[in-house]
């Protein structure tokens, strides 16, 4: 049973960092492109980070650049998203899902998601 579990997530202070995990089970990311994404209150699921599945080439959005970091382990079959310099419109549910191939990492976008995991709340407020 392919299975995705985020974790990490939590309340941050503005400026903060906080790194999210990506665990996969029943299968091995090494064959697929992996995405961060995230939902706001109110707000359309939107992509935030992917990653490419044979390269580790990395397609970021526009407001996370240089602030976030999506990297692979494939020992622990795990994605990761360092976050720094954490701003309060970064609140949301981050969502991890994946894809076979590099679909996910070209497109960055929800639609082209196969798999997804549950999601962990992330705020930032003071």
């Known amino acids: 049973q392919l299975q995705l579990v985020e974790s990490g997530g939590g309340l941050v202070q503005p400026g903060g960092s906080l790194r999210l995990s990506c665990a996969a089970s029943?299968?091995?990311?090494?064959?697929?492109?992996v995405g961060w994404f995230r939902q706001a209150p109110g707000k359309e699921r939107e992509g935030v980070s992917c990653?490419?599945?044979?390269?580790?080439?990395?397609n970021d959005a526009e407001s996370v650049k240089g602030r976030f970091t999506i990297s692979r382990d494939s020992a622990k079959n795990t994605v990761y998203l360092q976050m720094n310099s954490l701003k309060p419109e970064d609140t949301a549910v981050y969502y991890c899902?994946?894809?076979?191939?590099?679909?996910?990492?070209?497109?960055?976008?929800?639609?082209?998601?196969?798999?997804w995991g549950q999601g962990t709340q992330v705020t930032v407020s003071s």
């Open positions: 899902a994946a894809t076979p191939g590099s679909r996910l990492f070209k497109l960055c976008i929800p639609r082209a998601a196969d798999y």
């Open positions: 029943g299968f091995s990311l090494d064959y697929y492109s």
């Open positions: 990653i490419n599945d044979s390269d580790d080439n990395t």
